[in-house]
Nanobody
Framework: QAQLVESGGGLVHPGGSLRLSCAAS????????IDWYRQAPGKQRELVAG???????NYADSVKGRFTISRDNAKNTGYLQMNSLKAEDTDVYSC?????????WGEGTEVTVSS
């Protein structure tokens, strides 16, 4: 069964770091585009970062220079390294895996940035 499972969220102080993981199973992971999104209650979902099957990356302006997306195809896992976290980064972060018209989503992991 195809699924994505996110992990690595939690509570961190402003300026701190977290590394989110997106573990895939049941798909040919290396073929998929991996995206990280975030969404807070009542707010629109925002694309944070994406990485193509060939390793090309893109970032939202709000996270450029602070977040780094990567993937390990041997481990079927995508990552989002988040540094210099700010209070406004507090959200539920979800990953998606896309191949053509097919998209698979995880349940999300909560990130709270607070002093």
């Amino acid at each position: 069964q195809a699924q994505l499972v996110e992990s690595g969220g939690g509570l961190v102080h402003p300026g701190g770091s977290l590394r989110l993981s997106c573990a895939a199973s049941g798909i040919m992971f290396r073929l998929y585009v991996i995206d990280w999104y975030r969404q807070a209650p009542g707010k629109q979902r925002e694309l944070v970062a994406g990485i193509s099957s060939t390793g090309t990356t893109n970032y939202a302006d709000s996270v450029k220079g602070r977040f780094t997306i990567s993937r390990d195809n041997a481990k079927n896992t995508g990552y989002l390294q988040m540094n210099s976290l700010k209070a406004e980064d507090t959200d539920v972060y979800s990953c998606s895996a896309k191949w053509g018209a097919y998209a698979l989503w995880g349940e999300g992991t909560e990130v709270t940035v607070s002093s």
